[in-house]
């Protein structure tokens, strides 16, 4: 029982009949004291249902409710290690060790996705964490947070594993459960890799699997031949696979400034995107991309998405929706305007800041899009004057550069041509990378091992 006591601090009721997964899930990241790297409300960072929002729209949770996958990436992009087990993946006695251990300590916690029908109780597929076990009866405490419906309750173990060995009709798949535990080191800043669109699956195969045989299957010399087999092939909306990771607050009314806390998370930002401009990658994928428009129609499906106005306007009304605790009602927001300014933090050097107003029902709210930006060049797809000279924000140069950084080392081992594999080695390679950019790539390359993985 000693994980116990740290989840019962922080016990919730789903708030929504279908949000039993993030509910599971908000209880066990906040147990596990992970900084969800925004705020709730007021000052407070705290993982709430409303937040857990980047593998799966909220309203889509709220009607259909969320998959084992979907919830174990969420859990991921959130911060937590984890480790998923459908239970054609593992057995009862496996099963009995995982539990034995989660409950002995306060560093890792256990989710169970399970049927009711075993425990005769009502409803289908639920989510929940288990609280203890009881080793005498070879019993397991479920901490259900329908808590509308059912009190915490002990079963046999081997009834809940038996509940888990079910098959969820919206996949085909087994039920089954996972770990979760702190990383030990710090999830990425500034790049992620997104399932939120079902495009993921067939993005995340492509990379892992297609490209190495395409790599291999062709008589490539250039670097720019191999840029161009990886990019002619893309699955459709690729761009949606990637995203750099904006900050949303809402304006102060008093003297705008930023805390020393947003101006350090945004130095740190301005650090990892600078480090991507000064590799050797990020000028063959620039150069490539301005070169080739006609067969990068699958990076992005207009121009005009990269440019920081319309992603500002986006990323705003999504943010006030979040703010507003309604994020499925992001698309009933307007923003009706945007502008660049710049704030201090305690007399420091000024940030780039993209504030907008944000309209909804007739009611207006201030929005501030705390972004990063590093100084550019003519080749960037994006840029913008500012203080009189030229600044650049994450653009579809630097994320695919970064994607690409974060393939698998045996992505490249096809390649025919002795000096261009060297090449190819010399810029991929993650060893000279800078501190900070290293862990970048490595966040990536672990999400997108967790990706592959989760398709079996």
Known sequence: ME???????????QSEPAYCGLASLSVVLNALEIDPRRKWKGPWRWFDESMLDCCEPL???????????????????????????HTNQSTIGHFRDHVIKCTSTEDCHLIASYHRKPFKQTGSGHFSPIGGYHAGSDMALILDVARFKYPPHWVPLTLLWEAMDTIDEATGCPRGFMLLSRLQKASSLLYTLSCRHESWVSMAK????????????????????????????????????????????????DEPRLSMEEKERLAVKEEVLQQVHETE????????????????????????????????ATVCCQGAALLSGDLGASESFCCSETCIKCLRANGDAPMTVVSGTVVSN?????????????????????????????????????????????LPPQTWIGIKDDRLLAEIHGLVSIENLPDVLEQEVLHLQRQLHFLKEMQR
Request: aromatic share 10%; charged share 20%.
């Open 206 to 253: 492509y990379l892992t699997d297609d490209v190495p045989i395409l790599l291999k299957s062709e008589g490539l010399h250039t670097v720019p031949e191999v840029l161009n087999v990886i990019f002619k092939s893309l699955p459709t909306n690729a761009g949606d696979f990637i995203k750099w990771v904006a900050e949303v607050r809402r304006q102060e009314e």
């Open 362 to 406: 007739g009611n207006k709210q201030g929005v501030d899009m705390l972004i990063p930006v590093s100084p550019g060049n003519s080749k960037s797809c994006c840029s913008f004057s500012h203080n009189n000279c030229v600044v650049m924000h994450p653009t579809i140069n630097d994320v695919f550069t970064v994607l690409l950084l974060a």
């Open 59 to 85: 309203d889509k949770v709220k009607a259909e409710g969320i998959t084992f996958g979907k919830v174990a990436c969420l859990a991921h992009c959130a911060g937590a290690k984890v480790e998923a087990f």
């Open 281 to 312: 990658l990020f000028k063959f994928v620039s150069d490539f991309l301005l070169s080739a428009r006609s067969c990068c129609a699958n990076l992005l499906s207009s121009r005009d998405k990269d440019l920081l106005p319309e992603i500002a």
């Open 3 to 13: 994980g116990f006591f740290r989840l019962i601090s922080y016990f919730q009721t």
